[in-house]
Each structure stands twice: as structure tokens, then as C-alpha cells.
């Protein structure tokens, strides 16, 4: 157990839609970054809050939002969610974000949307 | 290419050792570093490199980095059948964080 939550563990829902994913990071860490795992992306880096400021944004699409609350909890927003969104959300926090903090993630939502 | 690359399978035997290279694209990465996956789990960082070292060694753990030609790899002595995951590695340029696409490493008894 890493210690990062996030809910839910899966969601399933209709294109169009939108939908919350949240994060909570181990006690502590001061950064999250959001992942998005796709068969036909593989692994991209979406966007890195620290301490609450967005500190560097990677593949995120404009459809997608995140933002980081003042008790450090994240949350991703996907909405008019289309067939190619389906995929695992992954979840990472790290104490500070300087480039070689282990990152602990957490379990994943795995979101289909049908 | 803009692509991290790896070989997307490699297959060892236990107590073997374990190569899997990698070449990334940005020579501005100031880290470089090597996950692991396993079924069902997120990432786990495994080890990382300065951009400044040619080597560095972490237990059964070697990273071999060659930044002339963009070439990063990982060396796992004496792997063993809990080593079976997939291993990315990722590269950091301008604070993002890219990903090659796995190698799924299958360790056989």
C-alpha cells in the first residue's frame, strides 16, 4: 500500500459525459501528478500540482481540468468524455516534486466510457 | 523520433541477468528514470540517474547511461521470477515526464 488513495476504483459511463476522479496523496507530500494508462498511448504524464499551483502540465487535453484542493487532495475532470478516453488514471504524490522524488502511486481508476 | 523507445518484450531465464535498453529523445532531461509495473499495481520507481553520471548501482540494480547516443538501460543481475513486470523508463524534459512504452519482461523458472 503506497499510502495515495484514489475513488473511485472504477466508473463506468456514456460519451458525453463527465466525470471526477480524486486523489488523495500520502500524508505529507506536498505534489500530485496525474497519469492517464491507454492501450494506445501507454503511459503520459497529464499535469503536476505542488502545493496547491499547477507546476507543469504534460499531454492533459482541454476537455480534462485538474486542481488541487488546500488540504492537498486532487481532483481530474474529464468531461464530453469520448470512446478514446477509456483508460487507467493513475495518481502519484512525492514530498516536494523536485525531479528525482520517488513518486508513490496509487491504485488507479479504471474508466470506461462505452 | 519524438518517442521514447523500447523493446516491447524480453524473456529471461532465473538467476540470469536481465537487459533492457532504452533511448529516449531529449538531451536536456536532467533525470532519467526506470520503473516497474506489475499486474494491476501503479508505477514504482525503481532507480533514477543524473544526466551528469555514466553508471550508477542500486543492489542488483545497474543503469548504464550513454548520452552521446540517447541510450539508457537497465541491468538486473540474478533475476529472479518476482522480477516479471513491465519496466518503463522516462525521461524529464521541461518538467514533464515521457514515457517509453514497457518492456514486458517474462521471467522463466
Known amino acids: 500500500d503506497s499510502g495515495v488513495t484514489q475513488t473511485p476504483k472504477h466508473l463506468i459511463t456514456a460519451t458525453g459525459q463527465r466525470v471526477t476522479l480524486r486523489c488523495s496523496p500520502r500524508?505529507?507530500?506536498?505534489?500530485v501528478y496525474w497519469y492517464q494508462q491507454s492501450l494506445d498511448q501507454g503511459l503520459q504524464f497529464l499535469i503536476h500540482?505542488?502545493?496547491?499551483?499547477?507546476?507543469a502540465k504534460g499531454n492533459i487535453l482541454e476537455r480534462f481540468s485538474a486542481q488541487q484542493f488546500p488540504d492537498l487532495h486532487s481532483e481530474l475532470n474529464l468531461s464530453s468524455l469520448e470512446l478514446g478516453d477509456s483508460a487507467l488514471y493513475f495518481c502519484?504524490?512525492?514530498?516536494?516534486?523536485?525531479?528525482?522524488?520517488?513518486?508513490?502511486f496509487g491504485p488507479g481508476t479504471r474508466l470506461t466510457v462505452t | 523520433g519524438e518517442d521514447v523507445e523500447q523493446s516491447l518484450f524480453l524473456s529471461v531465464r532465473e538467476g540470469d541477468s536481465s537487459v533492457i535498453n532504452c533511448t529516449y529523445t531529449d538531451s536536456s532531461s536532467t533525470y532519467l528514470y526506470w520503473y516497474k509495473q506489475e499486474p494491476g499495481a501503479g508505477l514504482q520507481l525503481l532507480t533514477y540517474i543524473f544526466s551528469n553520471m555514466d553508471m550508477k548501482q542500486d543492489q542488483r540494480l545497474t543503469v548504464l547511461l550513454n548520452k552521446k547516443d540517447k541510450h539508457l538501460s537497465l541491468r538486473i543481475a540474478d533475476t529472479q521470477t518476482g522480477d516479471s513486470a513491465i519496466y518503463f523508463c522516462?525521461?524529464?524534459?521541461?518538467?514533464?515526464?515521457?514515457f517509453g512504452a514497457g518492456t514486458r519482461l517474462t521471467v522463466k523458472p
Open positions: 502519484a504524490s512525492s514530498v516536494e516534486g523536485r525531479g528525482h522524488d520517488e513518486q508513490y
Open positions: 522516462a525521461e524529464t524534459p521541461d518538467n514533464d515526464m515521457r
Open positions: 500524508s505529507g507530500d506536498l505534489s
Open positions: 500540482y505542488y502545493n496547491g499551483e499547477e507546476r
